[in-house]
């Protein structure tokens, strides 16, 4: 089982550039995340969604956009890429939590992102 | 809103220590609580979870009881292992939400 895959696993852009972080699950799970992980402060949740076609801010959006076109496929743009968005970028998804009874995670690798 | 707490870290053990690393939580009503473990270069994965107040969780030797009283789900281990070594993440949901909130996480080192 591949899980949450995510790519690219490392990558450095200069300041201005734009990418995209390719996040796709193969559980069919209807929800999926993307969060960061900057050093000593935790996971912060970017966007999230809750199924094709429906995408919601978490809590720190600014300087990102996310499509859901289809179940299994999650990507993460940033536009106009800062020295603050350099992190390491994690995505996840799960079943609904009101079928499952709680919300459990599974997450990808991670792609560390470096912007200079 | 919804918040959780951890101890400071990083904490470093000998191999068989007993392991404490301490967990609060802030939230109205009755959240589900997790423990998530992230080893080197890896994503995170679920530890252990419980979903009411009382509930034990336990996986691969770490326990953690889900304390409504005290609001915390200390995570426990009565002899830790180097392979142990890794960050561990608190985290709450709020019943039926698909947000999760973790804790800053705590860096535990096992020295042989």
């Known amino acids: 089982n591949a899980g949450v895959t995510q790519t690219p696993k490392f990558r450095i852009l200069k300041i201005g550039q734009s990418m995209t972080l390719q996040c796709t699950q193969d559980m069919n799970h209807n929800y999926m995340y993307w969060y960061r992980q900057d050093p000593g402060m935790g996971l912060k949740l970017i966007y999230y969604?809750?199924?094709?076609?429906?995408?919601d801010k978490g809590e720190v959006p600014n300087g990102y956009n996310v499509s859901r076109s289809t179940t299994e496929d999650f990507p993460l743009r940033l536009e106009l890429a800062a020295p603050s968005q350099t992190s390491v970028y994690f995505c996840a998804s799960s079943y609904s939590p009101t079928t499952s009874g709680a919300n459990v995670l599974t997450f990808g690798a991670g792609s560390r992102l470096t912007v200079l | 809103g919804n918040s959780v707490t951890q101890m400071e870290g990083p904490v470093t053990l000998s191999e068989e220590a007993f392991l404490t690393i301490n967990c609060t939580y802030t939230?109205?009503?009755?959240?589900?609580l997790f423990w998530y473990v992230q080893y080197p270069g890896e994503g995170l994965q679920l530890l252990l979870k419980a979903t009411k107040a009382d509930d034990k969780g336990s996986n691969k030797g770490f326990e953690a009881t889900y304390r409504k009283e005290t609001t915390s789900f200390h995570l426990e281990k009565g002899s830790v292992q180097v392979s142990d070594s890794a960050v561990y993440f608190c985290a709450l949901s709020q019943g039926g939400s698909e947000k999760l909130v973790f804790g800053k996480g705590t860096k535990l080192t096992v020295n042989p």
């Open positions: 969604s809750v199924g094709a076609g429906i995408t």
């Open positions: 939230a109205t009503g009755y959240p589900s």
